[in-house]
């Protein structure tokens, strides 16, 4: 079976089941010997190899040499500051020990073996091809079209499946299988073997019935479960996330939207184990039997705890998000009358469970490694303190290229520079502000005389900065002003409300700094925007990072050179010093671990 980008199974065992890395060495080794690769590309190879081995402290002889292993110990987003100096560089390397290892592998040889095959895929793109060439009126079928079907072919082939072998079952198989782009790329193709069932001279190579994989169907996939389960329980959760009945808005004057997301991934987590362990039948009407159940409590419980050790794409779940999410299934049955005294018992004297409350009350590992990488690396410091500066600098140049081509940028010229400023905007005021969450930073209104950012319409006078306590996560108001000073935080946020903002649809109009393309009258979706700044600040910063860990990063950076000042840093992330003591306090012991060495080291010199 072909097996270009699936899903990372397992991570690197003490002992190697088969060929390691260490045969690949030899193997880059000899080709070089013999001609096939020049000195210097060999080279590279066998360094990217070995860099595998530094990464996860293991001897390469240690190391399956499998595309499994490649995927999990160098991913494709995985770039990490404190092993590889760029983003640039980590996907080079990546590239230079996929190669070799896909050539030890034989995938090469075996891609081309599947290229070079006459069957009935062959024969779809005979009859589809001339559908590619209708240059008048409207295209039968779009040459890129094609060029997607014949790699997709490649897969099908690899799994001995023709055209008219695809169904539903096989494509949810695929699904399973690949991730990343590849599968993106094989769910467009699917759609499109449906889609050229308008071309009669194509049915007889096509299934005999639609594959039907559209977004509907990989979305009950997704979550696990029938749709139905959804509307039952989003009932249930509505009514303990929602209050506060306002008669004349008609409408509830507190939603916790956060809180209700978290309460449905719980569920959904719920019932997936549920039916899997056949404590639920698909078709099940009467959700509430089960979760009546003290023994399917517990089964799930127990399955839910079991997944720690479980890998993220195979759905692992650490005994933080484990208690989490048994807590809000408690509240919400607590709300339907349950009795929950088993749960109660779970949740409170389970050892994973108890792991899990610790671990609630302290900074993630991630979170930590990123803050420890800041405070003991100046050019990571430097990245991060002036992240809004590459961010901008990339915008500029895209619109600098369009006017000396004396042209207007394109749609995705547009759209990046969109992206980009707003990136920018956001690093200025987390930096040059106050670090506020990346809910509170889409929904800054700038329009009215209530508007929360207010930016000088000329001179460089302070902006100011007010979100209401009802906007907030503890319900206390946040203020403060953004002043001009050499390090242009200020003028960035002043080139993005002059220059990029009148680049969205509809920015005339709405009320937000940060607007919505598509959504009239909407503040950017949060998620949509996190994502994008996570991958630019990964490629084009070179510093992985979340918006929330703006927080984490000033927090740590401040504590660690100012300890004496912590009641002002507390201030400033609008949060309190208790909090700052229990989530930061590994850098007060990391300076009593050192201090303790030096004394040590002192009495040893005397």
């Excluded at 000195?39 to 240690?62: C, F, H, W």
């Excluded at 699904?175 to 094989?186: F, H, I, M, W």
């Excluded at 056949?278 to 997944?307: G, K, N, Q």
Aim: glycine share 6%; aromatic share 8%; with cysteine.
């Amino acid at each position: 079976m072909l097996q270009m980008t699936i899903q990372p199974t397992k991570t690197c065992t003490l002992f190697a089941s088969g060929p390691t890395l260490a045969d690949v060495v030899q193997r880059v080794e000899a080709r070089t010997v013999a001609g096939e690769l020049t000195q210097s590309t060999g080279e590279s190879y066998v360094g990217a190899i070995k860099s595998v081995g530094d990464r996860q402290n293991t001897p390469l002889r240690m190391i399956d040499a499998t595309l499994e292993n490649l995927e999990d110990v160098l991913p494709k987003n995985g770039f990490d500051p404190r092993h590889d100096p760029s983003n640039t560089s980590y996907n080079l390397k990546r590239r230079r020990v996929a190669a070799a290892l896909k050539e030890f592998l034989g995938i090469h040889e075996m891609l081309q073996t599947l290229r070079a095959q006459q069957d009935e895929w062959t024969d779809l793109f005979l009859v589809m091809e001339p559908y590619t060439k209708f240059k008048s009126g409207s295209w039968g079928w779009h040459p890129m079209c094609l060029e997607a079907m014949r790699s997709f072919a490649l897969v099908a082939r690899a799994h001995g499946w023709q055209p008219r072998d695809i169904n539903a079952a096989r494509a949810t198989q695929l699904d399973d299988l690949y991730s990343g782009n590849k599968r993106t790329a094989n769910r467009t193709c699917l759609v499109r073997l449906d889609d050229i069932r308008k071309f009669s001279d194509a049915l007889p190579f096509l299934p005999p019935e639609p594959i039907g994989f559209d977004a509907a169907h990989r979305q009950e996939i997704k979550t696990g479960f029938p749709s139905t389960f959804d509307l039952i329980f989003n009932r249930w959760i509505d009514a303990v996330t929602k209050s506060g009945w306002d008669p004349v808005a008609e409408a509830n004057s507190d939603d916790r939207q956060k809180h209700a997301h978290v309460l449905r991934s719980a569920f959904r987590c719920f019932f997936r184990i549920a039916l899997e362990l056949d404590l639920i039948s698909r078709d099940a009407m009467e959700i509430l039997t089960v979760l009546s159940c003290d023994e399917a409590i517990r089964l799930v419980a127990r399955e839910m705890f079991a997944r720690k050790n479980r890998a993220r794409e195979k759905g692992r779940l650490d005994p933080r998000t484990s208690r989490k999410y048994l807590k809000g299934i408690r509240q919400v049955l607590n709300a339907r009358g349950v009795d929950t005294t088993v749960l109660s018992r779970i949740i409170a004297n389970n050892k994973d469970s108890r792991k899990g409350a610790a671990a609630d009350k302290r900074m993630t590992r991630q979170n930590q490694a990123f803050c420890e990488a800041l405070v003991e690396k100046l050019h990571l410091r430097r990245r991060f303190l002036f992240s809004y500066k590459p961010l901008r600098a990339q915008a500029e140049a895209i619109m600098a290229r369009a006017k000396a081509e004396a042209r207007k940028m394109t749609k995705n010229e547009i759209a990046r520079v969109r992206l980009l400023g707003t990136c920018a905007c956001f690093a200025a005021i987390e930096i040059g502000g106050a670090p506020i969450r990346v809910e509170n930073a889409m929904g800054l209104s700038c329009v009215g005389t209530d508007a929360q950012i207010l930016v000088p319409k000329k001179g460089k006078k302070p902006m100011n900065v007010l979100i209401p306590e009802g906007f907030t996560k503890n319900g206390v108001e946040i203020q403060f002003p953004i002043k001009w000073n050499k390090h242009g935080c200020y003028d960035t946020i002043e080139w993005y409300f002059d220059t990029i903002r009148p680049l969205f649809p509809y920015a005339g109009s709405n009320p937000y700094l940060f607007p919505a393309v598509r959504a009239v009258g909407k503040p950017m979706d949060p998620g949509y925007f996190g994502e994008k700044f996570s991958e630019f600040m990964r490629t084009i910063v070179d510093l992985p990072m979340t918006p929330h860990q703006m927080r984490h990063g000033q927090t740590s950076l401040l504590l660690n050179a100012h300890p004496e000042e912590i009641e002002v840093i507390a201030k400033r992330i609008d949060d309190s010093v208790d909090t700052l003591r229990r989530y930061y306090g590994w850098l007060n012991a990391m300076r009593m671990v050192e201090r303790g060495q030096d004394l040590l080291a002192g009495l040893m010199d005397g």
